[in-house]
């Protein structure tokens, strides 16, 4: 197989790009849109968008989610807020400091036509947003108050209380809702995709199975979107939600979709340490926190007292102290790894000695209580309830936890994949956040991919299919998707073996935590190849699934979708153990300069790292798109 | 950390949605105080699994208290004895030792049983189809600072916005009525300027709907105590002033709206 890597990203000068492409793609008539079916996997703030966006265009349109309600996909769960260059603040913000901020949190590894494309809309996705009556903060005087974010020396932050992925999900939801009510959605809840379907070479529809009663079907459509999040929970604990899995974009990789960068995974530096081995996921602390707490761990190793015990000169404020300039607010992969190394180095602290602090006496005493709790209170009340302990009182305390994967699906500027007519959408596609994602900037993403983007690239690709005739659901390649995905779920319930999806995941979890976490060696990811193949193995022979698979069995649910971690894991520990520099993200121990920083080597991996399967994951063949960069010069990133 | 023991579960099962359904009896010998009550039945559903049982099926998510999937009666309180507290929040160590504990689906004519814990709550999306949203096609917006909103308002519209649709207000409600849902989508968005437009037929729309499908509201207030974002029940209160201002509107005079 060939694999094209063509970014087709537009000529001209950066800023006329996306004006350029515009001008010159192909158009449908509004009268032949409703000729055309578009199927979209997932009804995040992705899915939504683009979803309820093209049914008021007028495509013929089906959304399929897995949740039973489009409103409850992971991105109800964000907490921090949004960016866009608004500049409403006259800080000096604008669209090119927003595209450079993210180039540069980035680590340098992000495609710039995209990104600009991505600060350009951001603007429009506050007005569309506000439109939709999302309650984004205000000041007084009625006007909309922004916040600062890490990464970033501006308040360009948008954001409702601490939910603001859930107004923004809402605000999605209800346009989707209106289509789905006005009948240009179609809506398949509680239904799973298993396979994408492709008739010569292109996209011809996907196979699904419907969670309620287990069936198994195929849907035809001209062009399919997967915007299906991504896979943080590659390593069991994480911050996602439990359902988030790499199901419908490992499925479409192993239908002809490059995978892109998958060892590009954020580790958050503010969640709430695990507590026991009951723990099922961790939960995020939002970044917002840290413009107003100060991180910090005892200076001595051992340091058994309390934290209000601590006098100030023996308290380690190790982000202030290492990055004057960004202090609590330097970007995430550089906090976490700081947090690692203060754990590691003994100074952790809590019952298990697993975390660090995070500070709010000095706002308390400065802003007062109740500013504070203005500002964070659900967030207080929510850390509270899970750990039993009151942050008005006692510092919180947080460790890195797995958050957001910047790899995800190869997709070119029309955010196509590398299979023609398959799009990819959100967290699921790779582009746009490099090695390591500011904070706020996927929300963002998501909303600019769907309602800024893809609308007008799929029009592109739609426009000379016009009346021509598509595939049907009995074309042979449907009916041996259909009778491949059947057998898979089918075997995993006779395979009768003695362990749970659930331990295989944790399992899982434990050996990519380790080697392909936070800090990364060739040593350590060799390690990883071997265990998990070997794992992988006892995976499908001792695997138990009880239940049946006529009705909703959540189990067997988990082994399909454990199945596919497992695949994506080892693909994961490759791409590591090829990228041989460090860069956002993917730490490198051996990669590191005098100061402990990240070294990046742009003259070898100035370069995307896209997949092709082969038929085994340790046998995928690696691609290159290599980065130019005509606008912004290759620095060394500094937070100092 | 210390841990509860010997706990007694009583939970619903419930094979499928023409099954006559049953309680059944487990045993917990000792479980962390720092889990969650999820987290409990993880463990549980992973002894099932080992003994070759199926797993209990109960609807979850985020297990941050924000998607509104969770959705327990525990011990005939939606989303238990926490207030403001959604299930997948709610941790053992507010529990004791030697506690029988009894776990039911929401329980609601409109909220049919899918299996086990788990109900069909699609027709509070029903609702949101006939009319929460505003009509605001991607493209035509204007910007976002162009209309001001009052602080208050914004609050008042965000108090309301919280809901995450979880439906603990029609599973706690004698009548089975989903008044604090709906009145909460009606407040968020007939609170602020951008709703003005289509204030009124979004009340009618949605308030019928909700006729459609769910019982009638007699101001129990049960609703509001289960509610795991504390929505206040006077977003019910706006929603049937605007309702019945509603039915007496001239929508074609500018100075009725
Ligand atoms: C706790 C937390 C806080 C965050 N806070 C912020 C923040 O403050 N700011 C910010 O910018 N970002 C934040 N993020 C990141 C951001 O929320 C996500 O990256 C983003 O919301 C992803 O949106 P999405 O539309 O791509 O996918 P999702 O919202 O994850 O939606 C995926 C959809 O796909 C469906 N789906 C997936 N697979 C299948 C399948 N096989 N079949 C059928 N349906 C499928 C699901 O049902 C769902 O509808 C946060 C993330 C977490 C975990
Ligand atoms: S699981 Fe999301 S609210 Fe409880």
Not at chain 1, 316 to 322: A, F, K, N, Q, T
């Amino acid at each position: 197989m060939t694999v094209n890597l063509e970014s087709k990203s537009p000529a001209g000068p950066i800023a006329d790009k996306w004006d350029n492409y515009k001008a010159n793609l192909k158009l449908v008539n509004p009268n032949n849109k409703r000729k055309f079916k578009v199927l979209i996997v997932g009804s995040g703030l992705a899915g939504a968008s683009a979803a309820a966006t093209m049914a008021e265009l007028g495509y013929d349109v089906e959304v399929f989610t897995f949740h039973d309600s489009p409103r409850r996909a992971h991105s109800i769960a964000a907490q921090g807020g949004i960016n866009a260059a608004k500049n409403y603040r006259g800080d000096g913000d604008s669209i090119y400091r927003l595209f450079y901020d993210t180039i540069k949190g980035g680590d340098f590894r992000s495609r710039e036509a995209n990104v600009y494309r991505l600060a350009q809309v951001s603007v429009n996705i506050i007005d569309q947003m506000v439109a939709q009556g999302v309650p984004f903060a205000r000041e007084y005087g009625g006007l909309l108050d922004t916040r600062s974010f890490g990464g970033a020396q501006l308040q360009r932050t948008f954001y409702a209380r601490g939910q603001t992925g859930q107004q923004l999900l809402l605000g999605a939801y209800q346009q989707l809702a209106r289509q789905i009510g006005l009948g240009g959605v179609k809506l398949w809840n509680r239904v799973e995709m298993l396979d994408v379907v492709t008739v010569d070479g292109r996209a011809a529809g996907i196979v699904t199975r419907d969670l309620v009663t287990g069936e198994i079907r195929s849907h035809a459509g001209h062009a399919v979107v997967l915007a299906t999040g991504g896979y943080g929970n590659v390593f069991f604990l994480s911050t996602n939600a439990m359902a988030c899995n790499v199901t419908a974009a490992w499925r479409a990789h192993r239908k002809g979709a490059a995978f892109a960068n998958p060892c590009y995974t954020q580790i958050h530096p503010t969640c709430i340490p695990q507590a026991d081995d009951t723990q099922s996921k961790l939960t995020l602390m939002s970044e917002s926190l840290r413009n107003d707490g100060r991180v910090w761990v005892p200076s001595a190793v051992g340091d058994e007292r309390a934290a209000a015990q601590i006098p100030e000169g023996e308290r380690d404020y190790y982000l202030e102290r290492l990055y004057p300039s960004f202090g609590n607010l330097a970007p995430r992969d550089i906090s976490s790894r700081a947090a690692k190394r203060a754990v590691d180095s003994g100074r952790g602290v809590g019952p298990l000695k697993n975390g660090v602090y995070l500070d709010f006496s000095d706002a308390i005493n400065r802003l007062g209580k109740e500013v504070v709790k203005e500002r964070y209170g659900n967030l207080f009340d929510m850390y509270e309830r899970i750990t039993g302990e009151n942050p008005y009182d006692v510092p919180m305390r947080i460790y890195p936890a797995s958050h957001y994967t910047m790899g995800g699906l190869w997709v070119d500027y029309e955010l196509m994949t590398t299979v023609p007519g398959l799009y990819s959408a959100g967290e699921a596609n790779f582009s746009d956040h490099g090695a390591n994602r500011l904070g706020a900037s996927a929300l963002m993403q998501g909303l600019a991919d769907g309602y800024f983007v893809l609308p007008y690239t799929i029009g592109n690709y739609l426009a000379p299919m016009l009346n021509q005739p598509i595939p049907g659901t009995d074309h042979p390649a449907f009916k041996a998707a259909e009778e491949e995905a059947g057998a898979r779920f089918s075997r995993y319930l006779d395979n009768k073996g003695s362990r749970s999806p659930d331990w295989f995941h944790r399992e899982l979890g434990k050996i990519i935590w380790t080697h392909c976490g936070m800090e990364r060696t060739a040593e350590g990811l060799q390690t990883a190849l071997s265990e998990l193949p070997a794992l992988y193995e006892e995976f499908q022979s001792d695997l138990k699934v009880t239940g049946d698979g006529q009705s909703i069995n959540q189990t067997l649910e988990k082994a399909g979708r454990v199945d596919d971690f497992f695949q994506l894991g080892m693909l994961m520990c490759r791409d590591a153990l090829e990228r041989n520099e460090s860069c956002g993200g993917h730490f490198r121990a051996e990669y590191q300069d005098e100061e402990g920083e990240a070294q990046r080597d742009d003259d070898n991996f100035a370069h995307v790292a896209a997949w092709e399967w082969t038929g085994d994951p340790m046998n995928a063949v690696r691609h290159q798109e290599e980065l130019q960069y005509e606008v912004i010069h290759l620095a060394k990133r500094s937070y100092k | 950390m210390s841990h509860l023991e010997n706990l007694t579960l009583t939970i619903w099962r419930q094979s499928g949605p023409d099954d006559a359904g049953h309680f059944e009896r487990y045993r917990i010998e000792s479980i962390s105080d720092e889990a969650s009550f999820l987290e409990m039945l993880d463990v549980l559903n992973e002894r099932l699994i080992d003994e070759g049982k199926e797993a209990i099926v109960f609807d979850h998510d985020c297990r941050e208290g924000i998607c509104g999937t969770c959705s327990l009666m525990i011990d005939g309180q939606a989303h238990g004895p926490q207030r403001g507290t959604a299930t997948c929040q709610l941790h053992m160590r507010k529990f004791k030792s030697g506690d029988e504990i009894i776990v039911e689906p929401w329980r609601a004519t409109a909220f049919p049983i899918i299996k086990d814990l788990m109900v069909d709550r699609s027709p509070l999306d029903r609702i949101v189809e006939a009319g929460g949203f505003i009509t605001a096609p991607t493209g035509g917006a204007p910007d976002a600072n162009i209309i001001p909103v009052p602080k208050p308002v914004a609050d008042a519209a965000m108090d309301a916005a919280e809901c995450i649709g979880c439906g603990a207000c029609v599973a706690a409600c004698p009548n089975g009525a989903a008044n604090l849902f709906t009145a909460a989508k009606v407040s968020h968005l007939n609170l602020l300027p951008q709703g003005q437009p289509e204030r009124w037929s979004r009340v009618e729309a949605m308030v019928e709907t909700m006729d459609e499908y769910f019982g009638s509201c007699t101001n129990h207030g049960e609703c509001e105590a289960a509610c795991p974002k504390s929505i206040s029940i006077d977003v019910i209160a706006l929603m049937h002033r605007d309702y019945r201002k509603a039915k007496f509107k001239n929508r074609k005079l500018i100075s009725q709206i």
